[in-house]
């Protein structure tokens, strides 16, 4: 197979989940036989009948079954339609499902897709992203594949996994991406990537927001400049180590997140940085994020709302004087 995309490799990691695991159903809005509003479920409910079921329009309900699925031995994968709208399941999520192996010992095997981030004219109530507010929470995974391989591999890894799982994929990534062939093997959950080698400066980032920071790394390969990128696949767990390496060979930070910075991932970079790996650094760490107010629905205002190349490119250049 060629030119598989990034959406393509989620499916095809569901269909691959559901043939190999009866446990596994798909759950969701409208995912049957219209395939979901990204499509990321076509023809699955054909192929798997009884196993790719539309859901009510309630999210609290829908991680409710699951949570029940799930502990009498289901392996469920919720397809929110939007991440924002995995906010009106919340309760389930970190007050029931993030606690429930604490306090029962029984595992919470259930997998929760986010479609998530921001593209062209989605607006405030379409493109947030929501992986810093679930990783505040003990007991949940915490997935951001920025790849084609890790969409597909690590949705394979989190189905097995016993823990809750939020699966943050990003929707400007769906058609963006794409790839020749499936991985046969990836590094597990919860180890970052050196996406890019350096010595200058070390870039920490995830999900969309990957692709852009490695655009400007090569902007300032122009200029002599050697920018490491990290790409951490997985916010929580959070590999400190892997950052705190990179830092130690390049001596600068600069953490990149595509969400408000305000309580982020970019923040606890900084913060797991500042306080472990303080004597490693040559200059005050840096972070980058969108401009905190909600998310404009104008292409061009969105595009200035978010990070983009240029705009690390420039953060850059003034760390890199610093």
Not at 238 to 262: F, K, M, N, Q, Y
């Amino acid at each position: 197979m060629s030119s598989i995309t990034y959406l393509e490799a989620i499916r095809l990691a569901q269909r691959k989940a559901l043939a190999d695991d009866p446990r596994v159903f798909l759950y969701g809005q409208d995912i049957g036989t219209f395939g979901g509003a990204f499509k990321a479920t076509k023809s699955l409910a054909k192929e798997f009948p009884g196993r790719v079921l539309d859901s009510p329009i309630s999210e609290d309900a829908m991680v409710g079954l699951a949570i029940g699925a799930a502990v009498e031995g289901m392996r469920p994968i919720v397809e929110m339609q939007f991440a924002d709208f995995s906010t009106c399941g919340f309760n389930q999520i970190v007050n029931q499902a993030a606690t429930l192996h604490y306090r029962t010992g029984t595992a919470c095997p259930i997998v929760v897709r986010l479609p998530s981030g921001g593209t062209p004219g989605s607006g405030p109530f379409h493109s947030q992203s929501m992986e810093a507010i679930y990783a505040h929470y003990p007991g949940l995974v915490v997935m951001t594949p920025a790849t084609v391989d890790d969409a597909y591999s690590m949705l394979l890894e989190a189905v097995a996994l016993d823990d809750p799982v939020i699966f943050c994929e990003h929707k400007f990534l769906y058609y963006h991406l794409k790839a020749e062939q499936l991985p046969d093997q990836a590094l597990p959950f919860g180890k970052a990537r050196i996406a890019r080698p350096g010595r200058d400066v070390t870039v920490v980032t995830h999900g969309a927001m990957l692709h852009e920071s490695l655009a400007a790394a090569e902007e300032l390969s122009s200029d002599g400049y050697d920018i490491e990128v990290v790409d951490l696949r997985t916010v929580r767990p959070l590999d400190t180590d892997t950052i705190l390496a990179s830092v130690a060979r390049t001596g600068r930070l600069l953490a990149v997140g595509e969400a408000w910075p305000w309580g982020g991932v970019t923040a606890e970079v900084v913060a797991r940085v500042a306080s472990e790996g303080f004597g490693l650094l040559d200059a005050p760490p840096q972070r980058l994020n969108a401009k905190e107010t909600p998310v404009p629905y104008h292409p061009a205002l969105w595009g200035t709302h978010r990070p983009t190349a240029g705009t690390i490119a420039s953060s850059l250049r003034h760390l890199l004087e610093l």
